[in-house]
């Protein structure tokens, strides 16, 4: 989730509210979306430092019930094919619809609106997403440096994920900062382990970072959570074309 300049908020929100619930049914024809640079090229393999000792999540009750939502595999096969997104992530996106707070009413299309614009599904720059959630490759977002985007300094804590110790990067398929990461990360497919490229822990972790704002079915909410995610005008409209989409392919 990057910081950018706000322009337009309130056109913006107010056009979204009337149609919020619309995107939350489950996205323009195939093309891409979204101008917010993945970098291709730079894997967590080249890092100066080793990878992250990724934390336990202990087996709490709620642990226990992620591991138990399970998705129909037949609805899960039928609708990925349907959306022409890639079935581990279809699969992640439903859980993570499922397990969210009950209050929150999330929809699986708005967590696949956000995947598709921050990595298309874990897929951007040919990679391949695995059935274990994790992309063939990191996916690690630029430096965050103060020139694009708002400049985060790393940490020696979150230098551990993407290996640069001047700046901090985004990281994985729903592009969390690592300070955002520690805060919310999250167990999304019951494994014991929260790990920011495991599509299954990201699905979850952003769909609780989405349902601070509320119900995201009630008027004004789905707008207003998705530019908490990334606060861009432009962002809240590729997120709301990508779910609509994936609506009108699977309704």
């Not at 979150?158 to 901090?168: E, I, L, M, N």
């Amino acid at each position: 989730m990057r910081l950018t300049h706000l322009i337009g908020v309130v056109g913006g929100v107010a056009l979204l509210s009337a149609t919020g619930f619309a995107a939350q049914q489950a996205g323009q024809r195939d093309q891409v979306l979204t101008g917010y640079k993945i970098v291709p090229a730079q894997v967590a393999a080249t890092a100066t430092n080793p990878a992250p000792a990724v934390p336990d999540v202990p087996t709490t009750s709620r642990a226990r019930s992620r591991a138990d939502a399970a998705v129909d595999p037949r609805w899960a096969r039928r609708t990925a094919e349907a959306a022409g997104i890639p079935l581990p992530a279809m699969t992640a996106y439903a859980r993570a619809s499922v397990l969210a707070p009950r209050q929150c009413r999330i929809g699986w299309t708005t967590l696949a609106g956000i995947g598709w614009v921050e990595s298309q599904h874990g897929t951007i720059g040919d990679r391949q997403l695995g059935d274990d959630g994790y992309s063939s490759e990191p996916i690690l977002g630029p430096a965050l440096d103060g020139g694009l985007y708002a400049a985060v300094p790393a940490t020696r804590d979150s230098a551990r994920w993407h290996g640069d110790r001047q700046w901090d990067h985004a990281i994985g398929p729903m592009q969390f900062i690592p300070s955002t990461w520690r805060t919310w990360q999250a167990d999304g497919d019951g494994d014991g382990v929260a790990d920011p490229n495991d599509i299954d822990d990201a699905s979850l972790a952003a769909a609780d970072y989405l349902c601070q704002s509320g119900d995201l079915m009630s008027s004004g909410t789905w707008s207003r959570s998705i530019l908490s995610y990334n606060h861009s005008t432009d962002y809240v409209l590729n997120v709301y074309t990508a779910a609509d989409t994936y609506s009108d392919r699977t309704g």
